[in-house]
């Protein structure tokens, strides 16, 4: 029986406080809210217990983010789609940001295990002033494990409606994708880090935040594999294909931390469950 979950995660500001409330369908929740930075910044973490989807199983996650409050969501460990018989599996997550809202979209890698027929979806509503600092990153079979992507498919989808759109079709039996130099050069691992407005970035904005990730990029292994762009005013991108997750994970962090510095000038705080 295919699993079919919902969440509805909806953060408020009062009395200085965001304040996170959520009801759920299904096997998918939210931890104790926690405020490792004080009361402005609430941080969750996103939990299914079951730990993966097969075929014809929808994870549907919908946040709201009200004006000037500022949630910041991860998950405990990867997400995983394994191997379908023939129906899709498939992750929908709307994002809606008020005016002055913030968010930080930061959930782990993606497995995309062999054989599987995934979609990874996410919509971005952004009112004038909000912003989102969010990633995807996307782990194509188990290389460590001996067990390599070869068949299966894993669509990505990440929207901000009139002014950003990206679409892939990762499918294992594509070799000119997965190995040549055009696609992803034999890396199993595509990871990309993003900065969304709900208004025009100012130019001298824009280009402290190509600056920021630039600079985190050339002191990183992964320089050769990785850059920086601001596709329009609303948005500026960090792309990077690596190995393995790891260190793909560690320079993509290190521009988050950069960005929340240096355009939002708060400290690099990490969620506690990243340290366990």
Request: with cysteine; proline share 7%.
């Amino acid at each position: 029986m295919p699993w079919q979950a919902k969440l509805q995660l909806d953060y408020t500001l009062q009395a200085g406080r965001t304040v996170a409330r959520f009801q759920h369908e299904g096997p998918l929740r939210i931890l104790q809210s926690l405020y490792p930075e004080g009361d402005a910044v609430c941080h969750n973490v996103l939990v299914h217990p079951p730990g993966g989807l097969v075929g014809g199983d929808t994870l549907t996650v919908d946040v709201t983010v009200a004006p000037g409050a500022h949630g910041l969501i991860t998950t405990p460990g990867a997400s995983r789609f394994y191997r379908s018989l023939g129906e899709p599996a498939l992750q929908h997550n709307r994002l809606r940001l008020s005016e002055g809202a913030r968010l930080e979209w930061l959930p782990l890698e993606t497995i995309a295990y062999n054989g599987c027929l995934g979609e990874s979806r996410t919509e971005l509503q952004l009112a004038p002033g909000a912003e989102l600092i969010g990633w995807d990153i996307c782990a194509l079979g188990l290389p460590h494990a001996d067990q390599p992507f070869v068949q299966g498919q894993l669509r990505l989808h990440t929207e901000l409606p009139g002014h950003w759109l990206e679409r892939g079709l990762l499918d294992a039996t594509d070799r000119r994708l997965m190995d040549s130099p055009l696609g992803l050069a034999g890396q199993r691992c595509c990871a990309m880090l993003y900065l969304a407005c709900g208004s025009d970035l100012p130019r001298a904005r824009r280009d402290a935040a190509l600056d920021l990730a630039r600079t985190a990029i050339q002191d990183h292994a992964l320089q050769k594999s990785a850059g920086a762009t601001a596709p329009n005013p609303r948005v500026v991108v960090v792309r990077v294909l690596a190995p393995v997750v790891e260190p793909a994970l560690q320079l993509l962090r290190a521009v988050r931390n950069a960005w929340r510095g240096g355009l939002w000038q708060q400290d690099a705080t990490q969620p506690r469950i990243w340290a366990m």
